[in-house]
């Protein structure tokens, strides 16, 4: 786009790069007023002097009130089982809907869809009998259990698969290489940039993901650090909010710091996700 | 059967048996058990026919959380697209500093809802909060925001649009990009002014991924109700119990699984109406290239 069309000239140029710096300022603040009160002595968290203290006080506290290490080894766990499974799963789902052709396909394809409307996160009544049955219950697998085969990532693979040119597929084909074998020769490979978007996308959801894991969990063993974060800022922490936005910006460090570090690759693994 | 139709069964098989499980299942479940009472200590649960409807029609939490439901997704939805669309048009410009707002717009997208939340909480705290400081600043009186049912609603929607305004600017800034430059070379000599350009021609080539954000946004004013459970546990006086919250509610705190699932039913249903509204929609206004 040439400069001209996309924003005026002169005064008007100024102004609306001043509203942008507003708006951006305004988004980033919450996160800053965070990172102020994590950082600085109790005293300091509402008030805002230009030279107070810098301490790690507040972290170190947070890390001793409630088992973190724990929670961030659950959400570990959680969020690799989930992603190992679905990369799996959806591999084979996508690769049969892109290039097999079989009875009741078109049937199979629209329920695979129905996914995408009624997400596991409004069946939290009846996927927690589920879980009770099968007696599995406060356990890391029955938090990742319900999300393992995704719609999303069926569909993602589906039209990336899709797009691959069928003489690559015959040719691996008349050298005698079996469906399985041409799935993770030539098409696998051909879809990585697919892969890594789907993955930063299911990693941040999973290591964000709260309601069913609180309902799910109720200990320290299998609780991911979401439940963590909110079993400890509500029980008895009450109003030091140092200690608890010490906490939170603990638990949001892995996805932020990943973020910064690789902004590009996150912002353009979220538009990939996102184009249908 | 032919050899490519068992291959493709086999194929589909694995990831088809836990969606039947999780989704397929648990959907007729819900129908199924909102038709019996709770169970009981090891006993079936009997069939009580509309009985939990009764309830729900009866039960003013219930329809509190669905008006709620209704206001925060007008709320949402139109604010946080029309910022998205804002957002990625500036991003998308030649304005100094843009990766660095990007940045800005993006960060509250990758952050837990549940962290943000408390950061949030701490923001409307009365007495001690920045909101708060701010206010006072200028003489204004003191606030409970989030302890006052006429503003908790309103504060709980300025979090969602705020957390999700960026994640929507994404998938803008994916169709913006995709505009052929040429399009406003073209404008440009043809004299016409930026806002007629934006109306006639960078709208309507962004109507798919509106409609696809939109779906998104319906979902989500549904689905997401971490910032409640923080924030204001559906209070004060049921002011911000949301459809989801108040069946987390009943399910889990009062332990009444079967009317549970009757507002189960109704959550489902909702979604059901916007896929088909969607769909009929999509078929009619959308022309995809």
């Given at each position: 786009m040439t400069p001209s069309a996309a924003l005026p000239q002169g005064a008007g140029r100024i102004l609306?790069?001043?509203?942008?710096?507003?708006l951006g300022f305004l988004w980033i603040l919450p996160l800053l007023y965070a990172f102020w009160t994590a950082f600085h002595p109790p005293e300091f968290s509402t008030r805002f002097?230009?030279?107070?203290?810098?301490?790690?006080a507040n972290f170190e506290r947070a890390w001793q009130a409630a088992p973190f290490a724990r929670y961030f080894l659950n959400s570990f766990l959680l969020v690799t089982m989930v992603l190992a499974a679905q990369l799996v799963l959806c591999t084979l789902a996508g690769y049969a809907f892109a290039r097999f052709e079989f009875p009741g396909k078109e049937v199979a394809f629209?329920?695979?869809?129905?996914?995408?409307?009624?997400?596991?996160?409004v069946l939290i009544v009846e996927?927690?009998?589920?879980?009770?049955r099968l007696g599995i219950l406060d356990s890391i697998p029955a938090i990742g259990l319900p999300y393992m085969a995704s719609a999303f990532g069926i569909f993602l693979l589906r039209q990336t698969f899709k797009t691959v040119p069928r003489e690559l597929d015959e040719a691996a084909r008349v050298e005698g290489a079996s469906a399985l074998q041409v799935l993770w020769k030539v098409y696998v490979p051909l879809a990585r940039p697919v892969y890594l978007a789907y993955g930063l996308v299911s990693v941040s959801y999973h290591w964000n993901n709260f309601l069913w894991p609180l309902i799910v969990t109720n200990s320290v063993g299998s609780r991911p650090v979401t439940v963590g974060l909110q079993v400890f800022s509500s029980a008895d922490q009450g109003i030091d909010w140092s200690v608890i936005t010490a906490a939170t910006l603990m638990t949001s460090a892995p996805l932020l710091v990943g973020f910064l570090l690789f902004q590009r690759q996150f912002v353009q693994s979220f538009m990939r996700a996102g184009i249908r | 059967m032919s050899r490519a139709a068992v291959h493709g069964w086999l194929l589909l098989l694995p990831a088809f048996a836990l969606l039947a499980l999780f989704t397929h299942w648990p959907v007729l479940g819900t129908l199924w058990d909102s038709f019996h009472a709770t169970p009981r200590a090891g006993h079936a649960a009997p069939w009580v026919g509309l009985e939990n409807y009764q309830v729900m029609v009866a039960d003013e939490v219930f329809?509190?959380?669905?008006?709620?439901?209704?206001?925060?997704?007008?709320?949402t939805i139109p604010l946080s697209i029309?910022?998205?669309?804002?957002?990625?048009?500036?991003?998308?410009?030649?304005?100094?500093?843009r990766t660095w707002l990007r940045m800005a717009f993006f960060t509250p997208t990758v952050l837990p809802m549940i962290a943000v939340a408390n950061i949030w909480l701490f923001f409307f705290t009365p007495q001690y909060g920045l909101l708060e400081q701010f206010t006072t600043l200028f003489g204004m009186p003191s606030r409970n925001w989030l302890g006052n049912p006429d503003t908790a609603l309103g504060c709980v929607i300025v979090v969602a649009i705020w957390?999700?305004?960026?994640?929507f600017m994404i998938f803008y800034l994916a169709a913006l990009q995709s505009i052929p430059p040429s399009l406003a070379e073209a404008a440009a000599l043809e004299g016409a002014s930026r806002g007629y350009y934006f109306r006639r021609v960078v709208f309507p080539l962004l109507m798919p991924t509106t409609l696809f954000v939109l779906v998104n946004a319906v979902i989500n004013s549904f689905r997401l109700v971490d910032h409640i459970i923080v924030m204001t546990r559906g209070g004060p006086n049921n002011a911000t119990s949301l459809l989801l919250f108040h069946i987390y509610q009943v399910g889990f705190s009062f332990w009444d699984t079967g009317y549970a699932a009757a507002l189960t039913v109704v959550l489902l249903a909702l979604l059901a109406a916007a896929a088909i509204l969607q769909f009929a929609f999509l078929e009619r206004k959308v022309h995809y290239q």
């Open positions: 609306e790069t001043a509203a942008a710096w507003l002097e230009l030279l107070a203290p810098l301490t790690l629209a329920l695979v869809l129905v996914q995408l409307m009624i997400m596991p996160d996927n927690y009998r589920t879980m009770s | 329809w509190r959380s669905l008006w709620n439901n209704l206001w925060y997704a007008l709320g029309a910022l998205a669309i804002v957002m990625a048009l500036w991003v998308n410009s030649a304005m100094a500093g957390k999700e305004a960026g994640f």
